[in-house]
């Protein structure tokens, strides 16, 4: 167990290792192979995990890492450890979960997935040099079938590592998508019977879903005859988007209401009528002003000065 | 379960008081179809605010009452169509274009107390 790390243990199943293992072609022979060379990676672990952080230090992003002396340690920490680890013989799942912990800081550290290749590919090679240099003047063919099964192993860390900085990434894009499906979209009464629905943004599926269910209910709720869609904020329409606004209007229609859409930019008109179909048969009406005139008329209202000019 | 049809003035009002097979289905558009004559009706209301579930023949026999009651003379508006049923409906495809439909039943007497005037206006 890892002392002093808040990060969560990723686990990992026998199956998934031995997955792992056969992705990379890890066998038995290689195990041999690494034990021989055990003692000399061994013996310059620090060093080679301080080829990694020299590599990282003149790039931007792992300034925040090395600013921070307190996760810089641990990650050096972690790194050394990681590097013991290579030439431990042991590719079981605590391995994959130690290797885990250190992508999980990787992750909180800003390291991206290139920087990451980049840096590691500078270690691998740091080893394979010292490897080469030692068993020249012996047996070179089996110095460097040791460094290829070590090779193995490094193919075997980077899998878990990038696989897990890749998931980070997937994570904080997932919840910016929630967030933005939070901002909701209001349903405003701006007359009696008359509703705007302002849409700002871009709609997809789940936000269309959303848009027109909230826009149903409030039609009941208040009883509304009239409902002004306004897309002056929305950036970009495609086909399913169009799509969407239809079957909204449509929708709005069988609960007795008509729909008038108002700010149809230039651009999102030639695209409406680029895919032609229904979208033709939208009530539009320039800007907002204008929907909410139609609407009063559609209604019967009229807006009149109080003092008449 | 049959649906129960009211006269109001010169108006049928039908209300579906749950989900209806599709025998009933026809069974209410064969009454109305006669009640309009014999009642001398100009008007038609289907409530449908008690419907949870519409389908592809339920919408197509509304479809059929509402051409059947205009041949015979009379205007239909369909109306209660709850915000889940509309959603269902046009995913569906279901849009029952050409047909009136409004919130309740009284915004429906209402559209078809305005359709005569607007004609008379013509």
Not at chain 1, 215 to 241: P, Q
């Amino acid at each position: 167990m890892m002392p002093g790390s808040s990060a969560v243990r990723q686990q990992y199943s026998a199956q998934d290792i031995e997955l792992r293992r056969q992705y990379v072609g890890l066998t038995g022979d290689d195990l041999q192979r690494i034990a021989g060379i055990r003692s000399l990676v061994a013996g310059k672990a620090t060093e080679f995990a301080d080829v990694f952080f020299d590599f990282l230090r003149p790039f931007d992003v792992a300034a925040g890492l090395l600013r921070h002396a307190a996760l810089l340690s641990e990650v050096t920490r972690l790194k050394r450890l990681h590097i013991l680890d290579m030439v431990g013989g042991e590719y079981d799942a605590e391995y994959a979960s130690r290797r885990a912990q250190l992508a999980v800081l990787y992750g909180q550290a800003g390291i991206d997935v290139r920087v990451f290749l980049g840096a590691f590919h500078h270690v691998m090679r740091a080893i394979g040099i010292d490897i080469m240099h030692q068993g020249s003047g012996t047996d070179p063919e089996a110095a460097f079938l040791s460094f290829m099964s070590l090779k193995k192993v490094g193919f075997f860390d980077i899998g878990i590592i990038v696989d897990l900085l890749i998931d980070e990434r997937e994570r904080t894009i997932s919840l910016q998508q929630v967030a933005v499906r939070e901002l909701s979209t209001p349903v405003l009464q701006v007359r009696d019977r008359l509703l705007v629905l302002p849409i700002i943004g871009v709609i997809d599926t789940q936000r269309a879903k959303q848009l027109t269910d909230s826009m149903l209910h409030a039609i009941r709720a208040n009883r509304a005859r009239v409902v002004v869609m306004d897309i002056t904020g929305v950036a970009a329409v495609d086909s399913r988007v169009a799509n969407h606004l239809m079957q909204s209007a449509a929708a709005a229609r069988l609960m007795g209401a008509k729909t008038i859409i108002t700010g149809i930019s230039a651009e999102v008109a030639q695209v409406l009528v680029m895919l032609g179909g229904d979208s033709l048969l939208v009530h539009a009406v320039g800007d907002l002003q204008g929907g909410i005139e139609e609407a009063e008329r559609l209604l019967g209202l009229q807006v009149v000065p109080i003092v008449p000019a | 379960m049959t649906v129960p049809i009211l006269k109001q003035g010169s108006v049928l009002i039908a209300c579906v008081q749950s989900a209806l097979t599709d025998g009933e289905l026809s069974q209410l558009r064969d009454e109305l179809a006669q009640g309009i004559g014999r009642y001398r009706a100009t008007g038609v209301i289907v409530d449908v605010s008690a419907v949870d579930v519409l389908d592809s023949f339920g919408s197509r026999t509304l479809r059929s009452i509402v051409f059947i009651a205009r041949l015979r003379g009379a205007e239909t508006v369909v109306v209660g169509i709850q915000p889940e049923v509309a959603y269902a409906m046009v995913q569906l495809g279901l849009t029952m274009e050409g047909i009136a439909t409004a919130l309740d039943m009284e915004e429906g007497l209402a559209l078809l107390h305005a359709v005569p005037r607007a004609r008379r206006g013509v």
